[in-house]
């Protein structure tokens, strides 16, 4: 399969990331949304 692929992330903090990284990498298009509540930035 070679056509590419629009793909959107929404949070999952760093296993997110790294599978958007991964997918832009491979040619897709990707959009990805995260979110942070107050108490997880303490």
């Known amino acids: 399969m070679s056509h590419r692929m629009r793909v959107g992330v ?3 903090g760093r ?3 790294v599978l958007a990284a991964g ?3 491979a040619g897709h298009l990707v959009v990805a949304a995260a ?3 107050d108490a997880s930035r303490r």
Do not use: C, M, N
Request: net charge neutral; proline share 0%; aromatic share 0%.
């Open 15 to 17: 296993v997110g990331a």
């Open 10 to 12: 929404v949070g999952a």
């Open 23 to 25: 997918l832009r990498a």
């Open 35 to 37: 979110g942070e509540s």
